[in-house]
T-cell receptor, first 116, second 115 residues
Framework: GAVVSQHPSWVICKSGTSVKIECRSLDFQATTMFWYRQFPKQSLMLMAT?????????EQGVEKDKFLINHASLTLSTLTVTSAHPEDSSFYICSAFTSGGTETQYFGPGTRLLVL | AQSVAQPEDQVNVAEGNPLTVKCTYSVSGNPYLFWYVQYPNRGLQFLLKYITGDNLVKGSYGFEAEFNKSQTSFHLKKPSALVSDSALYFCAVRDPSGGSYIPTFGRGTSLIVHP
């Protein structure tokens, strides 16, 4: 199956700093990438949908100025958590979707963010 | 609108016994249905999907699921459970007639297989 990578897998940062998470589709071109947030023992919460070359579409309640998403190419999307606070600590997962007819999302391994 | 329900938070089964993880859905048109598995501190891994065709879909690691339109269900099954199958399982649905390519995920079911 298709492979999606995320980097870093773990990050610990001080409150007030910004953290960038990269999501790459390694063996296919992703026209669309999704960013999710997952709290312990809970389901995925869709944060935003990004299409290559255009602005991300954010879900209701997600601060677009705090969670900056860039989808600069068909294989790379980045999520930047700006001025992180302890309540931003979570597990962030990206997924990639191709319009090639597979109708399947492929997920990255996730990034664990801990803000001190 | 599209929605999906996983009625069980947790399923316990003994190793070697058959397992079932339940999923029901609601869509306006014909659904696209998916199952994913998540191991601790990992992303989701694709198991199988139903788009069209045979109602019984076979997927990775010996899992299968049956699309039942009359019961609006897509239960995940495996004939003989392994301890290594213990994980969090997510069902997802997408209604292609709804104009959105974003699937809706269930809340997840924790499967625990006892030795």
């Amino acid at each position: 199956g298709a492979v999606v990578s995320q980097h870093p897998s773990w990050v610990i940062c001080k409150s007030g700093t910004s953290v960038k998470i990269e999501c790459r589709s390694l063996d296919f071109q992703a026209t669309t990438m999704f960013w999710y947030r997952q709290f312990p023992k809970q389901s995925l919460m869709l944060m935003a949908t990004s299409n290559e070359g255009s602005k991300a579409t954010y879900e209701q309640g997600v601060e677009k100025d705090k969670f900056l998403i860039n989808h600069a190419s068909l294989t790379l999307s980045t999520l930047t958590v700006t001025s992180a606070h302890p309540e931003d600590s979570s597990f962030y997962i990206c997924s990639a979707f191709t319009s090639g007819g597979t109708e399947t999302q492929y997920f990255g391994p996730g990034t664990r963010l801990l803000v001190l | 609108a599209q929605s999906v329900a996983q009625p069980e938070d947790q399923v316990n089964v003994a190793e070697g016994n058959p397992l079932t993880v339940k999923c029901t859905y609601s869509v306006s048109g014909n659904p696209y249905l998916f199952w994913y598995v998540q191991y601790p501190n990992r992303g989701l891994q694709f198991l199988l999907k139903y788009i069209t065709g045979d109602n019984l879909v076979k997927g990775s690691y010996g899992f299968e699921a049956e699309f039942n339109k009359s019961q609006t269900s897509f239960h995940l099954k495996k004939p003989s459970a392994l301890v290594s199958d213990s994980a969090l399982y997510f069902c997802a649905v997408r209604d292609p007639s709804g104009g959105s390519y974003i699937p809706t995920f269930g809340r997840g079911t924790s499967l625990i297989v006892h030795p």
